[in-house]
């Protein structure tokens, strides 16, 4: 579907640097908007847009999510609201039709939309273990040099990141070295769209769960869960 028109980026065609961050976003919590944020600020690239690309179905999932890609979208605008240069790219949604879409892809019509900006994939330590299972990974890597994020769990260190990595033998010295350059340590958030989309589906929001939320998210998933 990479010949479907280019969904409209509502950045400005002057923006130097775009971190594309993609996720379900199945609801959007805090875990998508704070370490985000701080990543950014520890790459140096204050400055930079924060392109936020709603995911139509993981490649990597056999299921899709479970709200509805408007409400993903509208849930997502409150999450990012007090956010400075940040915006949504539904090309994902918009060419998608309920298929799987790839992130180079994704990538590649964003660099025809943008053609002078440099590209940034954010990802967390997770799924840069997972990266050279990705399709076409080394040029993912050279078409938007990863940000990889450390928030906690096995991967929590440095050392044990890159030690994981180089064990892959999945990546070239090159890749590696743009690999282990980009490695930030965030500082983690308690948040899980599984322990929100339960409660819901339960008795409705409790404390614990409203406190993974942005308010305007928390307001919302308040008044209706559809």
């Known amino acids: 579907m990479d010949d479907a028109p280019i969904t409209p980026l509502a950045v400005p065609s002057e923006a130097r640097t ?4 993609g996720g379900t976003f199945d609801p959007p919590h805090w875990g998508h908007v704070k370490p985000v944020v701080e990543a950014r600020a520890l790459a ?6 924060l392109v936020y690309v709603p995911a139509a179905r993981s490649p990597h999932k056999s299921i899709g999510p479970v709200f509805s890609d408007a409400r993903r979208v509208e849930l997502l605008r409150l999450a990012m609201a007090e956010i400075d240069h940040a915006a949504i790219w539904t090309d994902e949604l918009d060419r998608g039709g309920g298929a799987a879409t790839y992130t180079i892809d994704t990538l590649r019509r964003l660099r025809r939309t943008r053609p002078n900006a440099a590209l940034r994939l954010l990802i967390g330590a997770d799924q840069a273990l997972a990266l050279h299972r990705w ?16 928030r906690g769990g096995v991967e929590s260190s440095r050392d044990a990141l890159v030690a994981g990595l180089r064990a892959l033998g999945a990546w070239s010295a090159a890749e590696l070295g743009v690999l282990e350059s980009a490695i930030v340590s965030i500082t983690p958030v308690a948040a899980s769209a599984t322990a929100i989309r ?6 409705g929001l409790d404390d614990a769960t409203r406190a993974m939320l942005p308010p305007g998210v928390s307001l919302a998933l308040g008044r209706s869960t559809g």
């Open 44 to 49: 140096g690239v204050n400055d930079a847009w």
């Open 18 to 21: 775009l971190i594309v961050f």
């Open 135 to 150: 399709r076409e990974p080394g040029e993912i890597v050279r078409l938007a040099p990863p940000l990889i994020m450390l």
């Open 198 to 203: 339960a409660a819901l589906a339960g008795n």
